[in-house]
């Protein structure tokens, strides 16, 4: 079974300039998060989805950041404009039912560099 | 609100001495603790986790925890070190009354000398 797929793995641009990110999650896992972990750092939640739904978006900065989970499976996280403090590595992680069990299944990341 | 802290950004050990990472918890209700490791660009994997069972919880790789609540810990250790167990650990916790959101320490970088 696949895990977690993210995709870029790595991303550079320039200041100003757009960026997003996907994630598809394991199969049949409604529950889907998007973290950012600066250098040195812990991961910190940005947006969590129940099926469609955000439920909880308190931390993403709306000015530039959005993110979308149609039809409940895969999301976009995007950037827009990027700022040079943007620069770090988005996790997305996926959970089922009973997730506290289990704990979150993460994927590799993107590591987006703004220049 | 919940948060954690780990103790020692970086931690140092020789191959086949003691591991032991610590963390410690704040959390207003019984909470759900968890440690991961993250190796260079990869994401995190989860090792082992405490969801109110048996206090001393046994994880991959030889590692293990133990909850005590009246210290507010959750230690992670491991008797012998290998080569490999050289990445980066985190430890978490969750509160169903927070939507189940991991809130996660600092990380402690631990080296294994030969």
């Known amino acids: 079974e696949a895990g977690v797929v993210q995709s870029p793995r790595y991303k550079i641009i320039e200041k100003k300039q757009p960026v997003a990110f996907w994630c598809n999650p394991i199969?049949?896992?409604?529950?889907l998060y998007w973290y950012r972990q600066n250098l040195g750092q812990g991961p910190e939640l940005l947006i969590r989805y129940e099926n469609e739904e955000a439920v909880d978006d308190s931390q993403l900065p709306k000015d530039r950041f959005s993110a979308e989970r149609l039809k409940g499976v895969d999301s976009t996280l995007k950037i827009q404009p990027a700022e040079l403090g943007d620069s770090a590595v988005y996790l997305c992680?996926?959970?089922?039912?009973?997730?506290?069990?289990?704990?979150?299944?993460f994927g590799s990341g993107t590591r987006l560099t703004v220049v | 609100a919940q948060s954690v802290t780990q103790l020692g950004s970086h931690v140092s050990v020789s191959e086949g001495a003691l591991v032991l990472l610590r963390c410690n918890y704040s959390?207003?209700?019984?909470?759900?603790l968890f440690w991961y490791v993250q190796y260079p660009n990869q994401g995190l994997q989860l090792l082992l986790k405490?969801?109110?069972?048996?206090?001393l919880v046994k994880g991959i790789n030889g590692f293990e925890a133990e909850f005590k609540k009246s210290e507010t810990s959750f230690h992670l250790t491991k008797p012998s070190a290998h080569m490999s167990d050289a990445a980066e650990y985190f430890c978490a916790v969750s509160d169903p009354e927070y939507g189940n959101k991991l809130v996660f320490g600092a990380g402690t970088i631990l080296r294994v000398k030969s």
């Open positions: 199969s049949g896992h409604n529950t």
């Open positions: 405490y969801t109110s069972a048996a206090t």
């Open positions: 992680a996926s959970s089922g039912q009973g997730e506290l069990n289990y704990g979150y299944t």
């Open positions: 959390s207003s209700v019984p909470p759900y």
